[in-house]
């Protein structure tokens, strides 16, 4: 079978080996199970209740992290199977890409970073591989310790956006420090600093979804008018927001070019959008046309530079085209400047740092004793404040945006 020869026993190991199963089931590869408990976790589940742009309560329509991961998955396994990497096991990463985001998005990941300083910070990715390997319910090892849900090596792998720990100088990173010995295990023979295949496609479906995603909720939601882009004054405050969260060096004719660009996709309409059947079919083809382009000249690009052979972990890196980078970038820019740098959006965002960080200091106060009973055994163990302060900030980083609140309203009354 062509998976044989792409993924080797290591690829396939798993941190404890596992028996056979005693009750007969239909025979599935290593990764079809990896997906599988994915699929099934509590952590995945949460995920319906934590914010993606807008909150998960802002109407009917909007995605949130849930939904998102669904769409990534989807768009990352189109890409991976004419690639020729396992489609079970680039659909696994993304499913698990955000599960160790915090309630409130990346509002909540930047105020938990702050505050877990003293543990050696807060990042979503590190969360997910702690969740993964960890704090999900699933397997234990030897001892009777937890290692949650004992995925395959390049499952894990797959899942890991950034494969390195905290930068001396800050910076996205995939792993703490209390984290190493599974990170060292799962990295095992891989070169320094480089993410496998599978783990880039996650990633590129991540920031398709994203684009094109957020465009339709801002568009669908009142916040986005795709007309008033004619404007020369729109435009520069558009092109401002581009530049500080994405493309910094990027001038005026290289954004317009790539807006330009996306605008001659046939389905792209600037006439208001009414919320119509009609318009909301216009759109939705839309995000299906430009997820196509997307991909299709990532696909093409790969193609080009490495041949028709399957390619697999680390026999290839994606090729991703300037051009379509600086066309996702404007497209998300467009959702950041209209939807996340808005006035009323700000205030919120605002409500909840102050929200999360009173809540911290309720639980860090209470010296474990409101933390869920899953976590008590974690925290009695800690063996300094460090360690406590990292149990503290596991269990805020479980909660989603609506437990945030209950939890804030039972335990900090007095705010």
Same mark, same amino acid.
């Given at each position: 079978?062509?998976?044989?020869?792409?993924?080797?026993?290591?690829?396939?190991?798993?941190?404890?080996?596992?028996?056979?199963?005693?009750?007969?089931?239909?025979?599935?590869?290593?990764?079809?199970?990896?997906?599988?408990?994915?699929?099934?976790?509590?952590?995945?589940?949460?995920?319906?209740?934590?914010?993606?742009?807008?909150?998960?309560?802002?109407?009917?329509?909007?995605?949130?992290?849930?939904?998102?991961?669904?769409?990534?998955?989807?768009?990352? $396994?189109?890409?991976?199977?004419?690639?020729?990497?396992?489609?079970?096991?680039?659909?696994?990463?993304?499913?698990?890409?955000?599960?160790?985001?915090?309630?409130?998005?990346?509002?909540?990941?930047?105020?938990?970073?702050?505050?877990?300083?003293?543990?050696?910070?807060?990042?979503?990715?590190?969360?997910?591989?702690?969740?993964?390997?960890?704090?999900?319910?699933?397997?234990?090892?030897?001892?009777? $310790?937890?290692?949650?849900?004992?995925?395959?090596?390049?499952?894990?792998?797959?899942?890991?956006?950034?494969?390195?720990? $905290?930068?001396?100088?800050?910076?996205?990173?995939?792993?703490?420090?209390?984290?190493?010995?599974?990170?060292?295990?799962?990295?095992?023979?891989?070169?320094?600093?480089?993410?496998?295949?599978?783990?880039?496609?996650?990633?590129?479906?991540?920031?398709?979804?994203?684009?094109?995603?957020?465009?339709?909720?801002?568009?669908?939601?009142?916040?986005?008018?795709?007309?008033?882009?004619?404007?020369?004054?729109?435009?520069?405050?558009?092109?401002?927001?581009?530049?500080?969260?994405?493309?910094?060096?990027?001038?005026?004719?290289?954004?317009?070019?790539?807006?330009?660009?996306?605008?001659?996709?046939?389905?792209?309409?600037?006439?208001?959008?009414?919320?119509?059947?009609?318009?909301?079919?216009?759109?939705?083809?839309?995000?299906?046309?430009?997820?196509?382009?997307?991909?299709?000249?990532?696909?093409?690009?790969?193609?080009?530079?490495?041949?028709?052979?399957?390619?697999?972990?680390?026999?290839?890196?994606?090729?991703?085209?300037?051009?379509?980078?600086?066309?996702?970038?404007?497209?998300?820019?467009?959702?950041?400047?209209?939807?996340?740098?808005?006035?009323?959006?700000?205030?919120?965002?605002?409500?909840?740092?102050?929200?999360?960080?009173?809540?911290?200091?309720?639980?860090?106060?209470?010296?474990?004793?409101?933390?869920?009973?899953?976590?008590?055994?974690?925290?009695?163990?800690?063996?300094?404040?460090?360690?406590?302060?990292?149990?503290?900030?596991?269990?805020?980083?479980?909660?989603?945006?609506?437990?945030?609140?209950?939890?804030?309203?039972?335990?900090?009354?007095?705010?």
């Amino acid at each position: 079978m062509i998976w044989d020869d792409l993924y080797d026993d290591a690829a396939r190991a798993r941190l404890v080996e596992e028996p056979a199963k005693r009750v007969p089931a239909p025979v599935r590869t290593p990764f079809e199970r990896d997906r599988a408990r994915v699929v099934h976790s509590a952590s995945l589940r949460r995920l319906a209740a934590k914010t993606q742009v807008l909150g998960p309560q802002a109407d009917d329509f909007v995605r949130n992290r849930l939904t998102h991961s669904l769409e990534v998955a989807q768009v990352a $396994r189109d890409l991976a199977h004419p690639l020729g990497c396992h489609p079970d096991l680039a659909e696994t990463a993304a499913l698990a890409h955000d599960l160790g985001h915090p309630p409130f998005g990346h509002n909540g990941e930047q105020v938990l970073d702050r505050l877990a300083a003293e543990c050696g910070g807060f990042e979503g990715n590190a969360q997910t591989l702690r969740i993964l390997t960890r704090l999900e319910a699933k397997s234990v090892d030897a001892n009777g $310790r937890s290692i949650g849900l004992n995925l395959t090596r390049a499952t894990l792998d797959a899942c890991t956006k950034y494969p390195w720990p $905290r930068p001396a100088g800050g910076g996205k990173f995939g792993a703490y420090a209390d984290d190493q010995p599974v990170f060292g295990w799962m990295r095992q023979d891989a070169p320094e600093g480089r993410r496998c295949l599978e783990a880039e496609v996650m990633d590129f479906a991540d920031d398709v979804a994203y684009s094109v995603h957020d465009l339709e909720d801002g568009i669908v939601g009142g916040h986005i008018d795709l007309a008033v882009l004619e404007s020369r004054s729109e435009l520069t405050g558009v092109w401002e927001t581009v530049r500080d969260w994405y493309l910094p060096d990027a001038g005026d004719d290289r954004l317009a070019a790539a807006l330009a660009r996306v605008r001659a996709v046939g389905t792209w309409s600037d006439r208001g959008y009414d919320g119509t059947r009609a318009a909301l079919s216009q759109l939705k083809n839309l995000t299906s046309d430009l997820i196509g382009v997307f991909c299709g000249s990532v696909h093409t690009a790969t193609r080009a530079r490495y041949g028709e052979e399957p390619l697999a972990r680390y026999a290839a890196s994606l090729v991703v085209p300037e051009k379509t980078g600086d066309e996702i970038a404007v497209l998300k820019g467009i959702a950041a400047h209209y939807v996340m740098r808005s006035p009323e959006r700000r205030a919120v965002m605002e409500r909840q740092r102050t929200l999360i960080e009173e809540l911290f200091a309720a639980l860090v106060a209470s010296e474990g004793a409101d933390l869920d009973p899953s976590l008590h055994e974690d925290y009695a163990a800690a063996a300094d404040d460090a360690a406590r302060i990292r149990v503290v900030v596991d269990q805020i980083a479980s909660l989603t945006d609506a437990s945030a609140v209950t939890w804030h309203q039972r335990l900090c009354r007095s705010s």
